[in-house]
T-cell receptor
Framework: DGGITQSPKYLFRKEGQNVTLSCEQNLNHDAMYWYRQDPGQGLRLIYYSQIVNDFQKGDIAEGYSVSREKKESFPLTVTSAQKNPTAFYLC???????????????FGPGTRLTVL | GQNIDQPTEMTATEGAIVQINCTYQTSGFNGLFWYQQHAGEAPTFLSYNVLDGLEEKGRFSSFLSRSKGYSYLLLKELQMKDSASYLCAVRDQSSGTYKYIFGTGTRLKVLA
């Protein structure tokens, strides 16, 4: 089955530690996105990547870093510089080619990060 | 700037019809999306509008007016399982790439 996986579903870290959240897709999608969601809020864009080896900052990139070395993978690192890292993190992908298939973002199940 | 507004909460009765409104401001509009999100889960795609008018998909319909910066999601024959948050999102291409800007979501409660 094609889809997007994020692991783990729940993650706990101590304050001051870096943590990397994984996102893998086997949909052969070009574009991938990372969002953060806080309680009662919409999704805010952290980073996005249109193609392999390229990525752009979203609206709230400070304290985060990403890499896109493979088409299938777009890991997000939450660094100790991120002041309020506790949140629900969602990864998404999009076909990236023209046409009807490109209209939809597919989301992974999310990772809930709690920093103690 | 870029901005999306939608009501925070709505309540409706099982079997009824509910309309969730969304207004937006963006410089590079390239489509409007509606997603459903149950608590603690990922959003799931409901509809997409890029041209003015109504798109119907079963019990769900979505309307767009680009000149007014306005959309609505219409849910008919409400069921208890429709209790969820509904997110309005605009795809913007003013930066040269596609970015998605989400509203804060409308939490819908369906009562028996």
């Amino acid at each position: 089955d094609g889809g997007i996986t994020q692991s783990p579903k729940y993650l706990f870290r101590k304050e001051g530690q870096n943590v990397t959240l994984s996102c893998e897709q086997n949909l052969n999608h070009d574009a991938m996105y990372w969002y953060r969601q806080d309680p009662g809020q919409g999704l805010r864009l952290i980073y996005y990547s249109q193609i392999v080896n390229d990525f752009q900052k979203g609206d709230i990139a400070e304290g985060y870093s990403v890499s896109r070395e493979k088409k299938e993978s777009f890991p997000l690192t939450v660094t100790s510089a991120q002041k309020n890292p506790t949140a629900f993190y969602l990864c998404a992908s999009r076909d990236g080619t023209s046409g009807i298939k490109d209209n939809e973002q597919f989301f992974g199940p999310g990772t809930r990060l709690t920093v103690l | 700037g870029q901005n999306i507004d939608q009501p925070t909460e709505m309540t409706a009765t099982e079997g009824a019809i509910v309309q969730i409104n969304c207004t937006y401001q963006t410089s590079g509009f390239n489509g409007l999306f509606w997603y459903q999100q149950h608590a603690g889960e990922a959003p799931t795609f409901l509809s997409y509008n890029v041209l003015d008018g109504l798109e119907e998909k079963g019990r769900f319909s979505s309307f767009l007016s680009r000149s007014k910066g306005y959309s609505y999601l219409l849910l008919k024959e409400l069921q208890m399982k429709d209790s969820a948050s509904y997110l309005c999102a605009v795809r913007d291409q003013s930066s040269g790439t596609y970015k998605y800007i989400f509203g804060t979501g409308t939490r819908l409660k369906v009562l028996a």
